[in-house]
């Protein structure tokens, strides 16, 4: 199993709904990620676990919240989100940890997410 | 810290023509060199890395990339364009223990 696997496909929520993106790889990988992408942008990062640990938090604001329960999930907990925030938010995995920089990332499909 | 400038927002071919997208980095040390394709409503899939071992790098799908240290360059090619090709590629690179930094992107259409 090659593939990192992202839940919903498509998300819409209220400003004051609360939410969660779910992420799942079965490779063994030691780090992942979740980032952002705008349309027509690159992806940016937003949080690297690292044996289950956060590691990086890119200054994301705190109505995003990560959480790492095993070493095969990564969920991104979304609260009183704004619309600037619609996007589509990536997750990725790596095999090693602390995303050793000459690594392969392996990037899910996405949650395009839109806020109301 | 290091970054990668993309020349060209968009790229258009003809089916059958060479491909060439353009990557110049910036890095105080020796970087490694991605180049990513993103298909539409996809994430991104690897397509080839430049991690020290050869300067020429062969890829996935007929594409390779040079590194040229004293261009600071890390260009994309295909011989020959596919239809299939068409896509966004994002060029990245990373430093020591850092997270990849990826350029904006060029979108490349192939005309048929």
């Known amino acids: 199993d090659t593939e990192v696997t992202q839940t919903p496909k498509h998300l819409v929520m209220g400003m004051t709904n609360k939410k969660s993106l779910k992420c799942e790889q079965h490779?063994?990988?030691?780090?992942m990620y979740w980032y952002k992408q705008k349309a027509k942008k690159p992806p940016e990062l937003m949080f690297v676990y690292s044996y289950e640990k956060l590691s990086i938090n890119e200054s994301v604001p705190s109505r995003f919240s990560p959480e790492c329960p095993n070493s095969s999930l990564l969920n991104l907990h979304l609260h009183a989100l704004q619309p600037e925030d619609s996007a589509l938010y990536l997750c990725?995995?790596?095999?090693?940890?602390?995303?050793?920089?000459?690594?392969?990332?392996?990037f899910g499909s996405g949650t395009q997410l839109s806020v109301l | 810290a290091q970054s990668v400038t993309q020349l060209g927002s968009h790229v258009s071919v003809s089916e059958g023509a060479l491909v060439l997208l353009r990557c110049n980095y910036s890095?105080?040390?020796?970087?490694?060199l991605f180049w990513y394709v993103q298909y539409p409503n996809q994430g991104l899939q690897l397509l080839l890395k430049?991690?020290?071992?050869?300067?020429l790098v062969k890829g996935i799908n007929g594409f390779e990339a040079e590194f040229k240290k004293s261009e600071t360059s890390f260009h994309l090619t295909k011989p020959s364009a596919h239809m299939s090709d068409a896509a966004e590629y994002f060029c990245a690179v990373s430093e020591g223990n850092t997270p990849l930094v990826f350029g904006k992107g060029t979108r490349l259409s192939v005309i048929a």
């Open positions: 490779m063994g990988h030691r780090a």
């Open positions: 890095s105080s040390v020796p970087p490694y």
């Open positions: 990725a995995s790596s095999q090693g940890g602390q995303g050793a920089a000459n690594e392969k990332l392996f």
């Open positions: 430049y991690t020290s071992a050869a300067t």
